[in-house]
């Protein structure tokens, strides 16, 4: 069953801007992970945070987890065309640390 | 080099054949996993081995066969392909369980 949702399902931007996306999920987590998908390719990893963490930041990335919200955020800062891509979060669920992908949220930076 | 690899890249094939997609992984890394990718994007985690074992076996078909020769490889065999088992089958590995995926390029399947 799917444990995340990303939101929103789409965004499009002007180069520059902030892209900020949300993911939601259901139950408590270990750790919450944010992957980048270009299209044709694999995922790549960007990001994981740990249920005890509030904020990492990696360059252009900042994500945000609030454990009593069930919820985080990844910002990126003055997009560029070469971020245009998919963004999923994913969390561990189960005893068996089973990874889970939300739907992902398209973004789109226009040059 | 490439961290992880999986072939074929394109696979093209008639309904009620066999298939095998293969995956290597040159991290050093104890656990590997097979993901499908439907066409709305949404992944779903099939098979997962720690060290050789399975430890993860989703609803899957049982027309759906991991194999894992060694710490290296897991290899996805599929028999009697169906229409409804057209997508993207990605392989990813992790030093452990819950820890970052390193994903390979993804294996596009089309059943006809």
């Known amino acids: 069953s799917q444990q995340g949702e990303e939101d929103p399902q789409a965004l499009s931007i002007q180069e520059g801007e902030n892209a900020t996306m949300n993911c939601s999920y259901k139950?408590?987590?270990?750790?919450l992970q944010w992957y980048r998908q270009n299209s044709g390719r694999g995922l790549v990893h960007l990001i994981l945070i740990r249920s005890n963490e509030r904020e990492k930041h990696s360059g252009r990335l900042r994500v945000t987890l609030d454990t009593s919200k069930k919820s985080s955020s990844l910002l990126i800062t003055a997009s560029r065309a070469a971020d245009t891509a998919s963004y999923f979060c994913?969390?561990?669920?189960?005893?068996?640390?089973?990874?889970?992908f939300g739907k992902g949220t398209l973004l789109t930076v226009n040059p | 080099d490439t961290a992880v690899s999986q072939t074929p890249k394109y696979l093209v094939t008639q309904m009620g054949n066999d298939k095998s997609i293969k995956c290597e992984q040159n991290l050093g890394h104890d656990t590997m996993y097979w993901y499908k990718q439907d066409s709305k994007k949404f992944l779903k985690i099939m098979f997962s081995?720690?060290?050789?074992?399975?430890?993860i076996n989703e609803t899957v078909p049982n027309r759906f066969s991991p194999k894992s020769p060694d710490k290296a490889h897991l290899n996805l065999h599929i028999n009697s392909l169906e229409l409804g088992d057209s997508a993207v089958y990605f392989c990813a590995s992790s030093q452990q369980t819950g820890e970052k995926l390193f994903f390979g390029s993804g294996t596009q399947l089309s059943v006809l």
């Open positions: 081995y720690n060290n050789k074992e399975l430890i």
């Open positions: 994913a969390q561990i669920v189960g005893s068996n640390y089973k990874l889970t």
């Open positions: 139950t408590s987590i270990n750790n």
